[in-house]
């Protein structure tokens, strides 16, 4: 049972709000507001995931969650969240939108007082629609308590597992494929269990980090294929820190301890630090996401063993080897080709220029997908230094192309600016296949790269010339070996087996209209 209150706010759309406080369980709620859903911008870039952060015994848990769910914002602008313990019970508040839309002063002194532990939540909706009922973390009671569950990544197996628990009777209150785990954890042949965590995390098929929070103790888990990134920090006064990228470990200045191993679980209680493997690590080979090292993670953040920053610049570099241009200027579209550019320039030798300014006021964008709408979401966003393009020959660096409609009004307002020729580079293979563990790329149909030739791509954006960095070179920029990545989006190999591929709103339901604008 999980009791919710509405809360004050500007929500950033232009209706009223749409948080939700979690109350300890029994107690009574003020209101119980229907729900409602949220339009979200129609970029055709890939979206972001979800970004988690927790925090063991600290006297400042509130607080240091805050900032570390700041720090991760990137991951993920559509919800936030917040579960808190005491020691004895759990308390907690979600809401729509971003981190200080949700958690504002006001709020934020009336939980500082609630507990020393915490794990917090920022989301991108990659399965289950963005609605108040998917915002983590999910807090409910079960027969042996309460527990708080935050999720990054996607199960492939879920619609299955939700078929089968639906069957028995189980009742689903949001969409996401993250509740699927909270029954798992209470079905009571797996409370028997001797660990019943590591029974629970066997049946998942997917990629996952997540973080449990217990009255008692906070659980991080990764999958064994350690996909998405999960690692360790901890403060100077002794308390641990898990969060999503080192990005949250320094803003809350913690040391980085290590990375959460694929396949283990991390117990964070008053005795210290517990670990121990629901998977062996030595029984499957990793299948570490290159896409966080291309676009996902903060460039400061130090993922898989390396720092995000040096691996792009190393892509840039090898783009530029492979895919050389004739021009004056090496410019990047903003803000993840940043790094990538100034990696080719050096290669290159051609001068590095700042080719866009960025707006940091267009903030996100409720709009209808319609192309006249993409375009004026771009303008919106990025404006072109004319004095500084026209004329010119440019090398336009891009980290990735999905549709290539955002791509394609970008190249075209450098051509309106009096660009001379334009040269785009790639620091990525074409994206030809959707991605089914955790990442909101379009369908196979929308992907530019799906049914068509680079040349064809090239004159689709109306540009001189169009080459992409090879899935070889890519790879050779990166530590590990080139079988410890997942490069399923550009190469169509897949180390999860992917029997019924899940849509994004493959747990919706009929019901759910009742909750429509």
């Known amino acids: 049972m999980i009791n919710e209150s509405t809360c004050n706010g500007p929500d950033g759309c232009g209706r009223g709000p ?8 029994g107690r009574r709620a003020a209101d119980r507001p229907a729900g409602s859903v949220r339009r979200v911008s129609c970029r055709s870039d890939p979206r972001e995931k979800c970004g988690l952060f927790g925090i063991f015994g600290h006297n400042h848990a509130v607080e240091k969650t805050y900032f570390g769910l700041h ?3 990137h991951r993920g602008q559509e919800a936030a969240g917040m579960a808190i313990s005491d020691g004895q019970r759990l308390y907690g508040h979600t809401g729509m939108g971003l981190v200080s839309e949700v958690f504002t002063q006001a709020r934020l002194r009336n939980m500082a007082p609630l ?4 794990i917090g939540h920022v989301r991108y909706s990659t399965s289950g629609s963005s609605r108040l009922e998917n915002a983590q973390p999910i807090l409910v009671e079960y027969s042996l308590g309460q527990v708080a569950i935050a999720h990054n990544g996607n199960l492939v197996n879920a619609s299955l ?7 028995y009777g189980h009742i689903f209150k949001g969409t996401s494929d993250s509740e699927i785990i909270i029954h798992l954890l209470a079905k009571p042949t797996h409370i028997g269990k001797p660990d019943t965590m590591a029974h629970v995390l066997n049946h998942l098929q997917g990629a996952f980090c997540l973080l449990f929070l217990f009255p008692d103790r906070l659980v991080a888990a990764r999958d064994p294929y350690g996909i998405r990134p999960l690692c360790i920090g901890r403060l100077e006064e002794g308390s641990y820190v898990v969060a999503s990228e080192t990005c949250a470990l320094d803003i809350v200045d913690a040391e980085f301890i290590r990375e959460v191993a694929p396949g283990e679980i991390v117990t964070l209680d008053a005795d210290g630090l517990h670990s121990r493997f629901f998977d062996g690590p030595d029984s499957i080979t990793p299948a570490h996401c290159v896409f966080e090292q291309v676009y996902f993670a903060d460039p400061s953040s130090t993922i898989f063993a390396e720092n995000v920053h040096v691996v792009r610049t190393m892509m840039g570099r090898q783009l530029a080897r492979e895919a050389p241009a004739k021009a004056d200027l ?17 290669e290159s030798g051609i001068p590095y220029a700042r080719g866009f300014t960025v707006s940091h006021y267009a ?15 771009v303008k919106m966003k990025l404006n072109v230094i004319k004095e500084l393009v026209r004329g010119r020959r440019l090398v336009v660096i891009e980290d990735s192309i999905v549709r290539g409609t955002t791509t394609r009004g970008k190249m075209g307002a450098l051509r309106r600016a009096g660009a001379k020729e334009i040269h785009l580079r790639v ?9 089914y563990y955790g990442i909101d790329f379009p369908s196979r149909e929308e992907l530019i790269a799906n049914d068509r030739t680079v ?16 899935l070889e070179g890519m790879l050779s920029c990166l530590q590990h070996p080139p079988d410890h990545y997942c490069t399923a989006c550009w190469s169509g190999r897949y180390p999860i087996p992917v029997d019924r591929p899940p849509g994004k709103y493959a747990s919706e339901r009929y019901q759910m209209k009742l909750f429509d604008e």
């Open 330 to 346: 090496v410019i990047p579209v903003p803000n993840c080709a940043r790094c990538a550019a100034g990696g080719y320039s050096e």
């Open 427 to 435: 620091a990525s293979p074409p994206i030809r296949c959707p991605c």
């Open 161 to 167: 597992l939700r078929d089968e628990y639906e069957a």
């Open 18 to 25: 749409e948080d939700r406080v979690i109350h300890p369980v």
């Open 115 to 118: 507990g020393q532990t915490a």
């Open 455 to 470: 040349a064809e791509i090239r004159d689709y954006l109306e540009i001189d010339s169009l080459e992409y960095l090879t």
């Open 363 to 377: 903030g996100r964008s409720f709009i209808e997908p319609e192309q006249p709408m993409r375009d004026l979401a």
């Open 71 to 73: 720090a991760l914002q």
